[in-house]
Nanobody, 123 residues
Framework: QVQLVESGGGLVQAGGSLRLSCAAS????????MGWFRQDPGTEREFVAG????????YYADSVKGRFTISRDNAKITVYLQMNSLKPEDTAVYYC????????????????WGQGTQVTVSS
């Protein structure tokens, strides 16, 4: 069992930055591929970024590539999402998630989810 708690969301102007954190519980954190997703009301949950168990391999949605950076600290059992050059279209609830299945992009491949943190980017 893994519990995930996100923090760091908030209101920011376009062009600004935020750093999201996802603190995990459990001693098996390093055995999970970690992902960040986002969701607007009425839309499907969208893959934003993912990071391999070692932290070496990182994957991004085209819409955030070059602006967002995912990282993890297995000693602190935390995964981060640094978001720069934010745009109004980045507004959403952001979720972190853990998967035991390879390196997936699809939400249904993830086993555990946090409660989400709201990010609002004003124009």
């Amino acid at each position: 069992q893994v519990q995930l708690v996100e923090s760091g969301g908030g209101l920011v102007q376009a062009g600004g930055s935020l750093r999201l954190s996802c603190a995990a519980s459990g001693r098996t954190f390093s055995s999970y591929f970690m992902g960040w997703f986002r969701q607007d009301p009425g839309t499907e949950r969208e893959f934003v970024a993912g990071i391999s168990r070692s932290g070496v391999w990182k994957y991004y949605a085209d819409s955030v590539k070059g602006r967002f950076t995912i990282s993890r600290d297995n000693a602190k059992i935390t995964v981060y999402l640094q978001m720069n050059s934010l745009k109004p279209e980045d507004t959403a609830v952001y979720y972190c998630a853990a998967s035991s299945r390879g390196e997936p992009r699809a939400a249904h491949e993830y086993d555990y989810w946090g409660q989400g943190t709201q990010v609002t980017v004003s124009s």
